[in-house]
Each structure stands twice: as C-alpha cells, then as structure tokens.
C-alpha cells in the first residue's frame, strides 16, 4: 500500500509499505480521507517531539472497515467509521471520565504510532467510530479532531450562554469551527480576529459579525468596540501565541472568561494581579474533547444543523502530500482544513 512517511531533516517520501496486520483488539481501517492541520506542520518541521522516523504521518482520518482482529465486537466489515486521533490507555482517570484529550498515556497517531496519511491504518477498534451514512469522509476525518475539539471549549469549558457576545483569536482549522459552533449555540455577537485577511474572510463566511486584523491599530481597542459594551463576555484564544493570549487577557470585559486552546512553547504575561483578580477574569487551558462531545458533534453533522460545507477547502491525492504541507504554511488560497483523498471519498 501507499503510505506518505516522515524521515530525518523534514523529508517526506511517499512508499510502499506493507499493509499492517491485524491484531486482537484492533481493526484494520481503508482510509478515504485524512485531514492535514497545523499539528501535521509542526511534526513536519521538527517543531513538536516524534519519538521514532520514520513514521507515516496523520493523525486525522475516516475511513472503512476491511478486516477485524478477535474478540471486536464494536464494528463490522465494511462499517463507515472516523478515527480518534491517538490511542488512549483506556484505565488512567481520565480516560474512565471519557476525557481522551488528557490521558498521560495517549500515543497520537503520525507522531508516536503510524498514522492516517496511508491507504489502510490498524487501530484499536475502541479508536473506530461509527460515523453516519450522510456524512462525507473528509467532514469524518475532522470531526474528532478540529470540530469536537472547537465543541470542547466552547460549549463545555467556556459554557457559552445565549445572547452573549464572544471575541475568537486565531481563526484558522479549530477557531473557524468555534465561531460555527458559537453561532450554533446562541452567541449574540462574534468578532473575529487574525492577521490574515484570508481567515477573516472565511470567519466572516463561518458566522463572525464584525473582524479585526491584529496587526492594525489598536486590537484591544477594536475587539472592544466590535463586541459592543465594555467588551466581549468571551474570549477564545486559539492562535497559541504569547501576544494573542495577552490580547485575550486585554480584551475580555469585567467579570468575563478567557479560553485558551491554542498550543504553543511561549510564556504570556498576565500582568499585575488586580488586572484580572480585581476584575474577576476567569482563564481557562481547554484540550481535546470527551466521548459524549465527539458524539455530539457527530449527530450536529449528521442532522445538517452544523453545517461543514467550508471546513475543506482544498483536497490532495497522497502523492501530494508535501504540497498539502506547503500550502498550509503558506496559508495558500485561505485554508482551513486540507483533506488527503487516499481512495474513494464518496
């Protein structure tokens, strides 16, 4: 089979590989669509830790079920399924609370373990899940990662409220769906902020009701006016950047929440304590997502009341994997999420 592999120094190479077996527990998965995001980028280039290279890359897929190990009971040959986006441990606290995002366990697939970018992947059938009839593959393979993980902090750790007025920092794969997911659940009034005018544009098609280019003027100034008041209730930060958090911070109105989703290696300031405590600002880290929220954005899809027809804007054969990568540094044509079409996608 076909796999895109990660060697030394960056380099990608697309092979042959044998196809991987199957064991007890496991399924083996015909990957029709991989998703590419910003962690695919960062493992490219050497910015997050890849424990062993070569590695076939990916870690967002869907795809059909073709062959089953012993004792899987969960799925069935030929089932539609998405794939969680690593291999949980399955007895720590967190995996019992159904939290697979903060299992210490956790082997993300195309970094620590073989991943999506591939014709076939196996997985721990506990990694397959059911996805419906009416939902493409390439909306499958995002689904459990840069949806569910938008649904996580904006639903759940943010606890948004109708009526309230919402600022997202960062609008790229995971912030577009937060600003979907915030309409969606009764945000009053969403402002979307970046530096490209690109991901403004697409935040706009996604829902925002007024952008900010942080690059010009004054954003803190500008996120304030757009939200209305004395700013925004609700402050999500999904850039992962020292400045954007500091601009959260900055921005959120008295009494308000910050969110950060953004992961990043920079240390963001938060000021003299009375800049928050005095003002009671609640601030938040959000990772990942629970079965149930998985779920439930599974059955928003499957129902067309979360609609995810921008999600993929441009779609790849694997032979063009590296070219996927380019573009997505280089935010070619206004990504927000990049499918790799292994095989029929339908």
């Given amino acids: 089979m076909k796999a895109v592999r990660l060697y030394e120094g960056a380099e990608l190479r697309v092979e042959e590989v044998p196809e991987p077996p199957v064991g007890p527990g496991q399924v083996r998965v015909a990957v029709r669509a991989a998703g590419v995001c910003g962690t695919d980028l960062h493992a490219a280039h050497g910015r997050l830790p890849v424990p062993k290279l070569p590695v076939i890359m990916g870690h967002e897929g869907a ?67 059911p996805l419906p009839d009416g939902v493409p593959f390439e909306h499958g393979a995002i689904l459990a990662d840069a949806v569910a993980t938008a649904y996580h902090a904006v639903a759940t750790r943010a606890g948004i409220t109708g009526g309230e007025r919402i600022a997202v920092i960062g609008c790229g794969g995971v912030g577009y769906h937060a600003i979907l997911l915030a309409r969606l659940l009764g945000a009053k009034t969403i402002v979307a902020c970046d530096a490209s005018p690109g991901a403004l544009r697409r935040a706009e098609e996604a829902g925002a009701d007024a952008t900010v280019d942080v690059t010009e003027g004054n954003p803190r100034k500008a996120i304030r006016e757009a939200a209305g008041g004395g700013g925004p209730e609700l402050v999500i930060e999904y850039a992962g950047r020292k400045d954007s958090v500091e601009l959260a911070m900055a921005s959120v109105a008295r009494g308000g929440r910050v969110i950060v989703g953004g992961v990043g290696m920079e240390s963001p300031e938060l000021g003299p304590l009375v800049s928050f405590v005095g003002k009671e600002i609640g601030v938040l880290g959000s990772m990942g997502y629970t079965r149930a929220e998985l779920e439930r954005v599974v059955e928003l899809a499957a129902s067309g009341r979360l ?20 573009d997505l540094a280089n935010h070619r044509n206004d990504p927000v999420r990049l499918a790799l079409l292994p095989g029929d996608a339908s």
């Avoid at 609370?97 to 970018?117: E, K, V």
């Avoid at 609609?307 to 380019?326: F, K, N, Q, V």
Wanted: hydrophobic share 40%; aromatic share 4%.
């Fill in 63 to 129: 795809g059909v079920v073709e062959a089953l190990g012993d004792g899987v009971t969960t799925c069935g040959l030929g089932d539609r399924v998405l794939l969680l986006p690593s291999e949980t441990c399955g007895s720590c606290p967190a995996c019992e609370a159904g939290h697979l995002g903060l299992c210490p366990g956790a082997q993300i697939f195309g970094m620590a373990r073989d991943g999506t970018f591939a014709e076939k992947i196996t997985v721990p059938a506990s990694c397959a899940l």
């Fill in 307 to 326: 609609d995810l027809s921008g999600s993929i804007t441009a779609r790849y054969p694997l032979e063009r994997a590296a070219e996927a990568l380019d």
